[in-house]
């Protein structure tokens, strides 16, 4: 029986199919482009290439396999890569493992907070990606994990950048939103899981960490890690609309944009017991596990800073 893995070698992804491949699962990775197979640390049983934009591709990654784990996303650009993708791109891999006839679990990773409203633009896309899976009647896990963290993680590397770089750091609105960061090899385990055991039937589980932090927490947290003392400074939501998108129009990959503007503003918590609950294990906690932190320099922070890593 083998398990086909679209986004296979995203940040979630790479984790996702060693988690498969240590519980004995054939994996076939769907991947963009010959080559980037590359970053896997143990090789898939399987790779095939192509994009969920593309029908025929996907059509072909279904053919032979009786399980679909769906973590294509994206969470920077606009309207139009939101609706292509997250919306548009799930549609094709429901289609096409409708059209296989043999799958017997469709795992789809969504986000915490995904909700039908349109000026949501991130969240309402993952929500529409949500339905197409809901509707299609395929056995159906869908997992809506808080912010994920881990090394090489976009969050909690963009505050370190932050915190290396200043002896300031601005916290966006009042800081006091709590989120509640899970660590990938957690997540990617909460995905293995729900191919079976506890969570045979359609679900829709909401997870995160063991702590709801507010946002200047987990600033203080990561300064604390660095061995650093940072002054925070609050600077209004408002005031971080105009400079947020012209950074998103002016360097390749902005620090930050619309979309994780929203994230991080917004309550963005799960029970805290979902995890054990559904699952079956304890999380590890944010503030025990970002010893990579460290290791950033104060050049790396910089490039990131400008949008140029």
């Not at 590359?38 to 279904?62: I, K, L, M, Q």
């Not at 339905?131 to 395929?138: A, H, P």
Request: glycine fraction near 8%.
């Amino acid at each position: 029986m083998t398990v086909l893995v679209t986004g296979a070698t995203g940040f979630l992804g790479r984790h996702v199919v060693q988690q498969l491949l240590e519980t004995n699962h054939e994996v076939r990775a769907m991947v963009r482009r010959p080559g980037s197979e590359s970053v896997f640390p143990t090789p898939p049983t399987d790779v095939c290439y192509g994009n969920v934009t593309d029908p025929d591709a996907v059509v072909e990654a279904c053919r032979g396999v009786s399980e679909i784990i769906h973590l294509v996303a994206v969470i920077r650009g606009g309207q139009r890569q939101f609706d292509a993708i997250n919306r548009q791109g799930t549609a094709n891999v429901v289609a096409a493992a409708k059209e296989a006839g043999s799958i017997r679990r469709f795992v789809h990773v969504s986000a915490l907070g995904a909700d039908n409203a349109p000026n949501l633009q991130y969240l309402h896309s993952k929500w529409l990606g949500e339905q197409e899976v809901i509707n299609s009647g395929l056995p159906y896990a869908i997992i809506r994990p808080s912010l994920i963290f881990g090394p090489g993680d976009e969050f909690s590397n963009a505050v370190a950048a932050l915190v290396r770089s200043s002896p300031i750091t601005p916290v966006i609105g009042s800081g006091n939103n709590r989120l509640q960061p899970i660590h990938v090899e957690d997540v990617a385990r909460c995905v293995g899981l729900s191919l079976s055991g506890n969570t045979r039937g359609n679900i829709t589980v909401a997870i995160g960490g063991p702590d709801q932090l507010s946002y200047s927490e987990i600033l203080r947290i990561v300064a604390r890690t660095m061995g650093h003392r940072r002054l925070r400074i609050n600077v209004p939501i408002w005031k971080m609309r105009l400079p947020i998108a012209m950074m998103e129009m002016l360097t390749p990959r902005p620090p930050i944009n619309r979309a994780m503007l929203q994230l991080i503003t917004l309550r963005n918590v799960a029970e805290l017991d979902s995890v054990e609950r559904v699952f079956g294990f304890p999380p590890r906690s944010f503030a025990s596990n970002i010893d990579y932190v460290k290791t950033m320099t104060f050049g790396q922070a910089l490039r990131a800073n400008l949008g140029l890593s």
